[in-house]
């Protein structure tokens, strides 16, 4: 059974990154909530799956004086030959080492707000916003599991007047829909993959929860003033969500029960950038070998996306892709892997999955 934070008055926090172009319409601040219902395999922020507060070191960054060892209550830390050594059955997230760290080579990943302070803090960009038709896109993570602080911080936004807009990956309660979507002026909604097994294998559940939650939105979309539309959006990732059944599953769906409603379908390319990300967790990653998508193989997916029923003029691949040339063509994969990227779509991708 899920069950959400309904405290209003303070949520936890991963990052506020500002001037996104890839979460929505404009120039956005996004608001990435910490906490997931899924656990997905791929995750491109793996820091974002655990609610509570994570520790991690930069090694760049560290000057060997030891000051973290000194200050932490719990003896979690280790400073050897090979790095900092973090035992986290003992580090309670408290973040002193962090803030004593002369280096910032200790990072807390993860910060309570409280509502007032997050909304005057977003609204800092509202000259962005008006000159973009941009706005405040809360993401995460899963933001629906801090529903009642989400829910209250989209309402204090949109009496303000800026435009809002939820990311999410429903698997979540109705209830925790109801506290934030009457307050979203749009739903970003994943749409990893059609099959309930496949779905199951590769992100911890089955997707039953949310293709419901997903017909719910849509009927709400129909019936009410905001939010006004929705985007869907498919990571695709080797082996797991790239092939044409599942793209093909996933638009006859969407042409199915949501015609009207999705006024873009975004398949968000793989990015592998994120394994620092693991390392610095202490967590193996599953594709840490994969090489980005060539384009090629990228547009015969977004070819099978048009012709699987929805209106062809709402697909949109975003991402990078790796560079096809006859030079790396014959390179090792490993190789391949630090040539030059290049962006194919809008430009636009997505941080949260």
Known sequence: MLTENLNKDQATILEIVRMSTEDGPGIRTTVFFKGCTLNCAWC??????????????VGSRCIGCKTCLSVCKENALTLTETGMQIDRSRC???????????????????????????????????????????????????????????????????AKGLHTALDTCGQCSRNALDQTLPYAAMVLFDMKLIDPEAHKKFTGHDNKRILDNLLYVADYIRSHVYPSGMWVRTPIIPNATADSENISGIGQFIASYLDGVVQRWEL??????????????????????????????????????????????IVFATGATRLETPENMQKPETQEKQETQQEVGDGVSSERI
């Open 44 to 57: 491109h922020n793996p820091e974002s799956i655990s609610i509570k507060p994570q520790l991690q070191w």
């Open 92 to 158: 309670t997230g408290c973040g002193d080492c962090a803030v004593e760290c002369p280096g910032t080579a200790l990072e807390l990943m993860g910060k309570i707000w409280q509502l007032d302070d997050l909304v005057d803090e977003v609204i800092k960009d509202r000259a962005y916003f008006e000159t973009s038709g941009g706005g405040i896109t809360i993401s995460g993570g899963e933001p629906t599991m801090q529903a009642g602080f989400a829910g209250a911080f989209l309402k204090s936004l949109r």
């Open 268 to 313: 968000c390319a793989f990015n592998n950038l994120c394994q620092d990300k693991y390392q610095r967790l202490d967590q193996p990653w599953a594709f840490a070998d994969e090489s980005l998508l060539t384009k090629s193989f990228l547009d015969e997916l977004t070819d099978t996306a048009k012709q699987s029923g929805v209106d062809p003029d």
